[in-house]
């Protein structure tokens, strides 16, 4: 990622660029469910020197009683062709697929994606999905830092996740009017987002977040969709700590890291043709304590992914939390009972070996062989064994220590409450919270409460796959880099591996030497979504 030097100072850019068209009223009035389908401008998009129009239906607020209309809307844009022609890459105005890419990052409020170039300058994943017949139904969510006007939390767990329901139960409750088929939603999502896409998916019509819906005003329909994208999901947070230790707990110091890339969204909503960012409405003006908000030097608070950091040795203090980290972990991916696809046990003994870590190896393997495939050198890495062509070995330590840690312990449940999630786990009128036995037991904030384990629940898809009275999505594409560290490999192969074993199709991988980043392989993403569609 070359252009990681100047992120930060592009996503600063963006984030205090003036924001103009998504101003909340003071008084969230009600709203009307009902699509209206003349209310629409054209727009046009270029890819690879094609220039192409769609109709573009934007902020639609998706509930009748918004916490905050700035962010619960959608915006719908659909090909021009489909009003002349009768198919678009095969399909027709009815049966299309519906991309619905959320623009979370750092479970901060992600404002409605507008097609636009991505931080790269790319035609982003909206721009794509319009030119392959997709329709595309972007959904606005509210986020952790969000405030009312009398200095109220509204965008705390589980606000993120019934924003997306409820945006979901929008396009089926109109699905006469709106082109597409509701029946093909394919959520889209990159780390906290990858987070929601998955959650989204798993929790389909589950009567939890009935109550929270039903408050906000949402359409009554349900809320399934049909498939998930989540690129390097940010998600099973209650054990993430020690997947976290177990997998890099023998590393001492963390490393220097850029912030991540903003989410699709982010950059589209500020670099699309007439389009503003919406502003992180009611975001403290200072820094915010979590972790991804603060911005390091600047001290600004920034809305995506975790903050740059220069690195450096972990105190004696969190190396002793690690150890205890990385001790409970074996018994929770024991209890999962999670076997390979032909039927192999995967579990680890005490010591934190076993066949899940050699799992996890051999599709480390297979991510080195597909990159020797494609050219990629890997002679300097001494801890990958290549023979005549074939990668036949990895070096565990030596692969734990070329990835590297981007966090000290604990990486989420921060013991003085200062980290992101922390702060997505907050109240109404309490910011941060705890959402781990561990984080409580070990507070170090002095007033440290914990979230119910309601919440705790409602905001991890582990909880819901295949549950009672719950529709999963059948379809999954999950991707994860092979030197990602913000969180454990360890739980996007756990998230997979238990979605495989229930019977849903995963398509899983580990894209090698690629950072914590989405919408990378949008040619893969668009390909796989046809042949789960067409
Ligand atoms: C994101 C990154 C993190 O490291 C994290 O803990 C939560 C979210 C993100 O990029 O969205």
């Known amino acids: 990622m070359k252009k990681t030097a100047i992120l930060p100072a592009l996503a600063l850019a963006l984030f205090l660029a003036p924001c103009a068209s998504f101003a909340a009223p003071s008084t969230p009035g009600s709203y009307s469910l009902d699509f209206d389908a003349t209310k629409y401008t054209v727009q046009t998009s270029t890819l690879d020197g094609k220039t192409f129009s769609y109709r573009a239906y934007e902020g639609i607020v998706y509930v009748q009683h918004p916490l905050d209309p700035a962010y619960e809307t959608i915006n719908i844009y659909v090909p ?3 009003y002349s022609a009768r198919t678009v890459g095969g399909y027709t105005i009815d049966n299309a697929p519906i991309f619905f890419p959320n623009s979370v990052g750092g479970y901060m409020p992600g404002a409605a994606a507008k097609p636009g170039l991505d931080f790269e300058g790319k035609p982003n994943a909206l721009v794509v999905a319009l030119s392959r017949g997709l329709i595309v139904a972007a959904p606005g969510a509210r986020g952790r830092t969000l405030q009312d006007g009398s200095g109220r939390y509204t965008g705390k767990a589980p606000a993120a996740i019934v924003d997306l329901k409820a945006a979901v139960r929008y396009l089926r409750f109109n699905d006469k009017l709106i082109p597409g088929s509701s029946e093909r939603i394919i959520s889209n999502g990159t780390s906290a987002g990858g987070g929601l896409s998955a959650l989204l998916g798993a929790s389909g019509d589950n ?4 109550p929270y819906l039903k408050a906000l005003g949402a359409a009554n329909a349900r809320d399934d969709v049909y498939a998930v994208s989540a690129y390097c999901p940010i998600t099973n947070l209650d054990n993430a700590d020690s997947a976290y230790e177990w997998l890099l707990g023998g590393l001492t110091e963390t490393k220097a890291s850029t912030m991540g890339p903003p989410p699709a969204g982010a950059a589209a909503a500020a670099t699309g043709a007439g ?6 409405a009611g ?17 600004a608070a920034l809305p995506f992914g975790a903050p740059p950091s220069s690195g450096g040795p972990m105190t004696a203090e ?26 192999t046990a995967l579990a680890l003994d005490a010591s934190g070996d076993g066949s899940f870590r050699d799992y996890l190896k051999s599709l480390l393997i297979a991510s080195a062989q597909t990159a020797l495939k494609g050219g990629a050198d890997l002679s300097k890495l001494d801890w990958v064994t290549i023979k005549d062509g074939v990668v036949t070995d990895i070096d565990w330590a030596g692969y734990v220590k070329y990835c590297g840690r981007k966090k000290a312990a604990p990486s989420f449940d921060g013991l003085d409450l200062s980290s992101g999630e922390n702060s997505l786990f907050g109240t109404m009128s309490v910011n941060a919270q705890h959402f781990t036995a561990f984080g409580l037991a070990n507070d170090a904030s002095g007033t440290g409460a914990m979230a119910s384990a309601d919440l705790v629940r409602m905001m991890n898809p582990m909880a819901y796959i295949g549950a009672k009275g719950t529709t999963t999505s059948k379809y999954w594409r999950i991707r994860h880099g092979t030197v990602d560290s913000d969180t454990a490999i360890a739980i996007p192969a756990i998230l997979a591996t238990r979605l495989g074993n229930g019977g849903y199709s995963v398509d899983f991988a580990l894209p090698w030497d690629r950072p914590h980043s989405g919408d990378y392989d949008l040619e893969e993403l668009f390909t796989w979504i046809d042949g789960i569609c067409r």
């Not at 969190?318 to 032909?342: E, T």
């Open 275 to 280: 389009a503003a960012m919406a502003p992180p």
């Open 80 to 82: 021009v062709e489909y």
């Open 318 to 343: 969190q190396l002793a939390v690690s150890a205890r980290l990385k001790a409970l972990f074996p018994a929770y991916l024991d209890g999962l009972g999670l076997r390979k696809a032909d039927g």
């Open 207 to 210: 009567a939890d977040y009935e």
């Open 283 to 299: 975001m403290p003006a200072a820094a915010p304590t979590g972790a991804m908000g603060a911005a390091g030097a600047t001290g």
